[in-house]
């Protein structure tokens, strides 16, 4: 029953002209980043070959490209979970989902997977471009997975609050605002400071970057997946609470 | 399609004391009802009078504050998934994805009720069939009529077959001849299923009933077969046309006469107590009197003045 809802969350999200445009603006843009990044590279690469340890094309290429990347997925996020569940109660869609014989638990991790597998394709996409390196280069396995697992979790993370916030409202707009804000919020929270307080560590945990910054550097820590998984289930829990509080308010 | 041994009489709907508040107002209000199979129930009522609320409730779309409401034999709080199994489900706005065709519309309906590909398809060409869509399957649900679309409503109610059919204002933008035919598919499935179907057109009633319920502000008003409906029309005016007519004070004294209309060339209406046969006493009188009867009719109320009569008797009540 999941998987009939994904499923035609994923195809809705083709018929719409949004998501395609999303695609080719995300790819032309990192497409760009990445001929700069490789142009820097092949600059450097002279006085990179006299260094001992010296940083390699993962770590000058296609790290700085997953940073871009994961800006791109905060930007584009809101505007495709915006509809996911606003949508459906503004045009009185979600009564069909209601009365059929699924529970609200379904009803979100269905929508959830359907925006979910698009954005894993949009970082499948991204991984393409470092991955057509590896003709003429010796690439880092290691840190490219961990780069396209921290993106992968961050997707998953984007996508729940982005679900959570369309569950709150009948207005799309409002939903990708509200979306778009959050993330932001989570993505400075620890602009408040650097310091060694307790009240900027947790600042810290709680930023979204940060943790995405160990796995760039190809660090998988148990801490920073608990994160990502935490944040996504918390979001996710929030949406199917609110989904059944709708039956009762009306 | 159902099982062979079909038990007409069966319960399928019962309602126990359900109740359901927004904010302030009580949209409904202690109501008790069943439906069998067999039936077609038509709810009747002015606008927010608690239909859609209830049936809204029936489908599981939202949650009473009081009351049980067991469909099927499963009660909708304690197993949601096999009592809504049971259930079709149109509400007032046919749900549809603008962006699918409409045999993808359907698709995806049979499939989140549980029917595999093989079934799907096969559900698809019988409804299909039956609400009169098969030349539209590959056209989108957003670009189609308003008749259309309701038909679609219709058709992916039907889809999973259920015993149990809740369809909110089903006729609604259908022209005439629409209208007839789906008028005719709720009859003729009322006959193995049991339909809810709420609607302002008392014609339509006549024409799909056999049970009928009225609600005023969140209250049951009346609840009977349709037949009980139409015993109140019991006669309670005679519409007379005298050549010489008395004054008008004469005629208000005749025994049992209530009220006495001048509709202006020597026609009068006569309104009486219930139950009584006034046609010998104007008679008796005329003849006394040397009124010259031309012409007595008894007049019948017609159920839409039974339904004012009904909706508003009990405001002042209340």
């Known amino acids: 029953m999941i998987g009939v809802i994904a499923a035609r969350e994923w195809r809705g999200l083709f018929l719409s002209p949004l998501a395609w445009t999303l695609l080719a603006v995300t790819q032309a843009l990192l497409a760009w980043i990445f001929i700069i990044l490789i142009n820097d590279f092949q600059n450097l690469q002279g006085r990179l070959a006299g260094l001992e340890h010296a940083p390699g094309v993962t770590d000058l290429v296609v790290a700085p490209l997953f940073r871009v990347a994961a800006w791109a997925l905060l930007l584009l996020t809101p505007l495709l979970t915006m509809r996911l569940l606003s949508e459906e109660r503004r045009t009185g869609t979600l009564d069909l989902l209601l009365s059929a014989p699924v529970s609200a638990t379904q009803i979100v991790l269905g929508k959830y997977l359907g925006v979910l597998i698009f954005l894993l394709g949009v970082v499948a996409l991204t991984a393409l471009m470092p991955l057509a390196l590896m003709t003429g280069a010796a690439l880092d396995g290691g840190k490219l997975l961990a780069g396209l697992l921290g993106l992968s979790l961050l997707a998953a993370s984007f996508a729940a609050a982005g679900l959570y916030l369309s569950s709150l409202t009948a207005q799309p707009l409002i939903a990708a605002t509200a979306t778009f804000g959050l993330l932001l919020a989570f993505w400075i929270v620890d602009a408040v400071g650097a310091g060694q307080g307790i009240a900027s560590q947790f600042f810290g945990y709680l930023s979204l970057p940060r943790h995405h910054d160990a796995l760039l550097l190809g660090l998988v820590r148990s801490e920073d997946v608990a994160y990502y998984l935490l944040f996504s289930a918390a979001f996710l829990g929030l949406t199917i609470r609110r989904l059944d509080n709708l039956r009762l308010r009306g | 399609m159902l099982a062979e041994n079909v038990m007409i009489g069966e319960i399928l709907v019962a309602v126990e004391r359900l109740s359901r508040r927004y904010g302030e107002t009580q949209a409904v209000d202690t109501v008790n009802f069943t439906l069998e199979r067999g039936q077609v129930l038509g709810f009747l009522g002015l606008n927010g009078a608690g239909k859609s609320t209830t049936m809204r409730m029936l489908a599981g779309v939202l949650a009473p504050d009081a009351g049980r409401i067991v469909v099927n034999g499963a009660d909708l709080l304690d197993q949601p998934r096999r009592a809504k199994q049971a259930v079709g489900y149109l509400p007032e706005?046919?749900?549809?994805?603008?962006?699918?065709?409409?045999?993808?519309?359907?698709?995806?309906?049979?499939?989140?009720?549980?029917?595999?590909?093989?079934?799907?398809?096969?559900?698809?060409?019988?409804?299909?069939?039956?609400?009169?869509?098969?030349?539209?399957?590959?056209?989108?649900?957003?670009?189609?009529?308003?008749?259309?679309?309701?038909?679609?409503?219709?058709?992916?109610?039907?889809?999973?077959?259920?015993?149990?059919?809740?369809?909110?204002?089903?006729?609604?933008?259908?022209?005439?001849?629409?209208?007839?035919?789906?008028?005719?598919?709720?009859?003729?499935?009322?006959?193995?299923?049991?339909?809810?179907?709420?609607?302002?057109?008392?014609?339509?009633?006549?024409?799909?009933?056999?049970?009928?319920?009225?609600?005023?502000?969140?209250?049951?008003?009346?609840?009977?077969?349709?037949?009980?409906?139409?015993?109140?029309?019991?006669?309670?005016?005679?519409?007379?046309?005298?050549?010489?007519?008395?004054?008008?004070?004469?005629?208000?004294?005749?025994?049992?006469?209530?009220?006495?209309?001048?509709?202006?060339?020597?026609?009068?209406?006569?309104?009486?107590?219930?139950?009584?046969?006034?046609?010998?006493?104007?008679?008796?009188?005329?003849?006394?009197?040397?009124?010259?009867?031309?012409?007595?009719?008894?007049?019948?109320?017609?159920?839409?003045?039974?339904?004012?009569?009904?909706?508003?008797?009990?405001?002042?009540?209340?």
């Not at chain 2, 004070?249 to 309104?271: K, S, Y």
């Open chain 2, 93 to 318: 706005q046919p749900p549809l994805y603008r962006e699918l065709t409409v045999d993808e519309q359907l698709h995806y309906s049979a499939r989140l009720h549980g029917l595999d590909r093989a079934a799907s398809r096969q559900a698809m060409a019988r409804v299909k069939e039956r609400c009169g869509l098969t030349n539209v399957g590959r056209r989108l649900t957003g670009n189609l009529s308003k008749g259309y679309r309701q038909r679609v409503g219709i058709a992916q109610a039907l889809l999973h077959d259920p015993p149990v059919l809740i369809l909110d204002e089903p006729t609604v933008g259908l022209d005439p001849v629409q209208a007839r035919e789906i008028r005719a598919l709720i009859r003729a499935l009322g006959q193995e299923r049991g339909v809810i179907l709420s609607t302002h057109l008392l014609p339509e009633v006549q024409a799909t009933c056999s049970h009928v319920q009225i609600m005023r502000a969140g209250r049951l008003v009346f609840a009977g077969a349709l037949a009980e409906l139409q015993q109140r029309r019991q006669s309670t005016c005679v519409r007379i046309r005298l050549n010489a007519p008395p004054p008008v004070a004469d005629l208000a004294r005749l025994p049992t006469i209530t009220r006495v209309e001048e509709l202006g060339g020597g026609q009068f209406r006569l309104h009486h107590v219930a139950d009584v046969a006034l046609a010998p006493i104007v008679l008796d009188q005329a003849r006394a009197g040397g009124w010259e009867l031309w012409e007595l009719t008894p007049e019948q109320a017609s159920l839409e003045q039974i339904f004012v009569e009904l909706t508003l008797e009990q405001e002042t009540v209340a």
